[in-house]
């Protein structure tokens, strides 16, 4: 079998072109050698052990392994083959051992990418199939040419990348049809040029040809590539660049060229002539020294020149004539790190007045001269990152070494060691904006009033001082920085009580990281008194002491935004903690003490310090030991978006905790004791959820625990990570399952009953309903029903051939009662209603019993105003009332209203009438309603008592009234 080693991916010549001062290691033919060298060793070792191996086992093993091994290979191929990963128009086959281009890829792809495969051609047959590709990635294969008909079959080619093949000879007529051809990368392969094979590209603006071993840098006989803007000859063997070189380039707009990692030995005056519209170039990694510098600096004299490379070019000392030659050029960026630089002559950049941008990162300076920048008058950035040397006696910076830099805004001094600040260290920097101390060695332990004096004219806006071994701040050790508004002290050793002095002064700030400070920091209620614009403050690791002291620290920040009191093991607070911080969108307290606060058995109850925040968006808690949440812990918090509540010992939440947080997406509850997921509880939160880590909980797996999150889980697009870490730990027929394999269909069982309880709770509640209602506004359901069928029905008379009466119905009342008749009776008599009364209508000179005998006969309806007087009236009770029964059965006439304008018992109603509630129908038993409102009603309900007719409607019984 054929093994191969893939060589580690670096950055393309085209991107190391693409900024400035890069240091991407090049990878020539000898790289991959050296690969394939120890590839070559390893594999001979374990031929020789797999052989004596085989002695013993036999020459039939041996056969069947090998073809076992050779299946499990073509397996393992056709598997990688059909990989191939499209996204959109995409198609990423790399890193396949794939032997020949897929050719069941959709035919619109318009990228491919085939790198890193066994590729030993590209087959125009087969890229046909993709006539819309516009990049073609094959690098890292073993490809030996392109073939004339690539570009051909690929007519809309832009870029193609052939990097680390063994391309050998390469003529016109390979790329005679890549005329629309745009990027070209051929970077370590064994070319051999004839003739002008780039000639055809009319349109290339990138060629990469580094690493290739080639020894000129004539890569054509006449001018051609009239587009090409970027050129790597890098890792080549080129030892000397002659006048001619580059003549083929004279008609190119080239505006970057990397030459870098080349032995060059020699510079051939009007050696980069022709190169007249050059802005960069790089010559990193390449052995130049002084000497070759200088000479470079004279070739470049005149030209367009913008930005120059020179990191790692041996450059130990830099001369007054050095940088001459660049005298009259535009140049604004110069790279000079990674030099091991040990000095740099009074004035020898003063013939860089045009330069904004100078990197003397990573040398061996051992002083900073007051002339040492003379000259340099629009130089915006400086880095000095470790630029000065360590030895026996620290470096030193002069004072005014910086006054020259009159326009510098950015200085970079971290990871530098110096003797220390005096108070004229930084004098004349009157732009600064940005200065960065952070992990320098020098002697700052206090910091006074004085330290940053010579910053007192500059508009600084940034102060880092990371890692500066800071141990005290004293009264007012920044008020000479008025402008500041980020202040980074992280990652000191203060140890004080912050009285609020140490930041007075700083009238614009709006941030101070004060985090990894050994928890040796006390805050006290002024803190920040003399910070009130303070938007960001981190206290990670940085406090001791108690917060529970009123007023707040942090009272005064009413602008404060974003608070991080995390990792301080904080035990004491209070409910006024964070009151009045209106603004505030990010708060983290996590690896805290917190436990107690939230506790129902806290003294005075559970604190809710966390009220009035409603800007909050990102709250995080974990680690703090918490085993409760009061229900109105979390309450008004209807912005958050981010809530982290993990590692934490919760094991229960109450119901209506998250109702609150309609906004949050983002939701951290691992590693607790929660071993129920309840809808009641969950469902609010989980509904806008975008990501949910709920893992390492020892969930109860049963059907009143989990059911619901099952179901949620899966059907839910939010994203869950590491859902094989939702494990179960009850009941033993689960445990130590995930909870994907539980199943839903065994709580099946219960949806029956579910749905029978749901059922029978519901008629229930419509029977006390309705019976509540009746009882209560009965008589009114009755009014208007009545009222309806009146208006949509009319009311029936008495049927055809049924006794004409004069009179609807014979009143029998008490004496007592007349008034209450004249009231309330005879307004009816309006609705053409007539009543027959014994004062008013009886016959004179006819006696009493035979008129009575002939108006009841007379009368459609016998009415009886039932009182308790009427009741004791000897006359009507025995007369009256038994003639009007006796006329009712004689007759076969149900025509009996009772109106009681009292509450008479039934027992008493038997004895005196002789008549029963139940002999009558309900709509002929009428009561007088005390309430005003519902006497319209009664007067409707009598109304069609009297109305209505007395026919039989069966035979066997007589029909009640109406």
Same mark, same amino acid.
């Given at each position: 079998m054929l093994l191969t080693q893939e060589v580690e991916h670096v950055e393309t010549p085209g991107q190391l072109l693409g900024r400035s001062g890069g240091r991407g290691q090049s990878t020539g033919g000898h790289l991959y050698s050296s690969h394939l060298y120890r590839w070559t060793i390893k594999l001979d070792r374990n031929t020789q052990e797999a052989a004596r191996d085989t002695k013993l086992m036999g020459g039939c093993l041996h056969l069947l392994l090998l073809l076992l091994l050779r299946a499990l290979s073509c397996g393992s191929a056709r598997s990688r083959k059909a990989a191939c990963r499209v996204d959109r128009l995409m198609a990423d086959c790399s890193h396949l051992s794939l032997e020949e281009v897929p050719a069941d890829l959709p035919a619109n792809i318009t990228a491919l990418d085939v790198s890193h495969n066994r590729l030993r051609e590209l087959p125009p047959a087969v890229l046909s199939r993709y006539p819309g590709l516009r990049l073609l990635r094959a690098g890292y294969n073993s490809i030996p040419a392109l073939g004339e008909n690539l570009c051909r079959v690929l007519p809309q080619l832009r870029q193609l990348h052939i990097e680390h093949n063994v391309v050998h000879l390469l003529t016109e007529v390979d790329l005679v049809y890549c005329s629309n051809l745009m990027e070209l990368n051929l970077g370590s392969n064994r070319l051999k040029l004839r003739n002008n094979p780039f000639s055809p590209l009319k349109n290339l603006t990138l060629l990469d040809v580094s690493a290739n071993s080639l020894s000129s840098a004539r890569l054509g006989t006449q001018p051609q590539l009239g587009s090409l803007r970027e050129l790597s000859l890098s890792g080549n063997k080129m030892t000397s660049l002659g006048k001619d070189d580059f003549s083929w380039l004279q008609k190119s707009p080239l505006q970057v060229l990397c030459l870098a990692s080349l032995p060059l030995k020699k510079w051939e005056p009007g050696c980069l002539k022709p190169l007249e519209g050059l802005r960069g170039l790089v010559m990193d990694r390449s052995k130049l020294g002084p000497n070759l510098t200088e000479q470079l600096c004279q070739e470049l004299a005149g030209s367009t020149i913008n930005w120059l490379s020179l990191s790692e070019t041996q450059l130990t000392s830099i001369l007054n004539t050095t940088f001459k030659g660049l005298k009259n050029t535009t140049i604004t960026a110069l790279d000079l790190s990674h030099n091991a630089m040990n000095s740099i002559a009074n004035g020898s950049l003063h013939w860089l007045p045009t330069l904004e941008h100078l990197s003397l990162e990573e040398n061996n300076l051992r002083r900073l001269t007051r002339d040492m920048f003379t000259g340099l008058d629009s130089l915006k950035s400086l880095n000095l990152r470790r630029a000065l040397g360590r030895s026996h006696s620290p470096p030193v910076i002069e004072d005014y070494a910086f006054s020259p830099l009159r326009r510098l805004e950015s200085l970079f001094m971290d990871g530098m060691a110096f003797q220390g600040l005096t108070a004229h260290t930084f004098s004349g920097l009157v732009s600064l904006q940005y200065l960065n101390l952070s992990w320098s060695k020098f002697d700052l332990r206090i910091v006074t009033n004085q330290t940053f004096a010579s910053l007192a004219s500059s508009p600084l806006r940034t102060l880092n001082l990371t890692g500066t071994s800071i141990t005290y701040l004293a009264d007012g050790a920044f008020a000479s920085l008025g402008n500041l508004t980020t202040l980074l002290l992280g990652y000191n050793l203060i140890f004080q009580n912050l009285t609020g002095t140490e930041f007075r002064g700083l009238s614009s700030i709006h941030e101070i990281y004060l985090s990894f400070n050994n928890q040796k920091i006390r805050l006290t209620s002024s803190s920040f008194l003399h910070v009130p614009t303070l938007r960001t403050l981190m206290l990670r690791r940085a406090l001791t002491g108690t917060l529970d002291m009123m007023p707040s620290p942090f009272q005064p920040l009413q602008e404060l935004a974003i608070l991080d009191l995390s990792n301080n093991n904080i035990a004491n607070i209070n409910s006024g903690l964070l009151s009045g911080l209106r603004n505030l969108r990010v708060l983290y307290l996590q690896h805290n003490n917190l436990a107690r606060i939230w506790k129902s058995a806290n003294p005075g109850g559970p604190l809710l310090f966390l009220q009035g925040l409603d800007n909050l968006t990102v709250l995080e808690l974990d680690y703090n030991g918490l085993d409760e949440i009061p229900v109105m812990g979390l309450r008004g918090l209807r912005k958050l978006q981010q809530l982290s509540l993990g590692g934490n010992v919760l094991n229960f939440l109450h119901s209506g905790i998250f109702d609150d947080m309609v906004s949050l997406r983002y939701l951290n509850l691992q590693k607790n004791l929660i071993t129920s997921v309840q809808k009641s509880v969950f469902e609010p939160v989980l509904a806008n959820l975008s990501v949910l880590y709920m893992e390492r909980n020892p969930f109860d797996c049963t059907c009143d625990s989990i059911l619901w999150f099952v179901g949620w889980l899966n059907g839910t697009n939010a994203s869950v990570p590491q859902r094989d870490s939702y494990m179960c730990n009850t009941p033993p027929v689960y445990f130590n399952k995930t909870i994907n394999q539980f199943d839903p269909l065994s709580c099946q069982d219960t949806t029956p009953f579910q749905a029978l309880h749901v059922f029978t709770s519901t008629i229930v509640l419509l029977v006390i309903v309705a019976a509540l209602v009746f009882r209560f506004q009965g008589w009114r359901i009755q009014f208007y029903w009545s009222v309806l069928i009146n208006r949509t029905l009319g009311f029936r008379e008495a049927a055809r051939g049924e006794e004409r009466f004069e009179y609807d119905a014979y009143v029998i009342y008490a004496q007592k009662d007349m008034r209450w008749v004249e009231r309330h009776l005879l307004p009816l008599e309006d609705k053409q209603l007539k009543f027959c009364l014994e004062d008013r209508d009886f016959v004179p000179g006819m006696s009493q019993l035979e008129s009575i005998v002939e108006m009841m006969r007379k009368s459609r309806k016998i009415v009886f105003i039932v009182t308790d007087t009427l009741l004791k009236d000897p006359w009507c009770t025995q007369y009256k009332a038994h003639h009007a029964i006796q006329q009712v059965i004689e007759d076969s006439r149900? !025509?009996?209203?009772?109106?009681?304008?009292?509450?008479?018992?039934?027992?008493?109603?038997?004895? !005196?009438?002789?008549?029963?509630?139940?002999?009558?129908? !309900?709509?002929?038993?009428?009561?007088?309603?005390?309430?005003?409102?519902?006497?319209?009603?009664?007067?409707? !309900?009598?109304?069609?008592?009297?109305?209505?007719?007395?026919?039989?409607?069966?035979?066997?019984?007589v029909k009640n009234c109406c």
């Open positions: 149900d !025509s009996v209203v009772l109106v009681f304008l009292e509450d008479v018992p039934d027992h008493q109603l038997v004895r !005196s009438l002789l008549l029963r509630r139940a002999m009558l129908r !309900s709509r002929c038993l009428l009561d007088w309603p005390p309430q005003r409102e519902r006497r319209p009603a009664f007067q409707q !309900s009598l109304w069609m008592a009297l109305v209505s007719s007395n026919r039989i409607q069966w035979e066997g019984r």
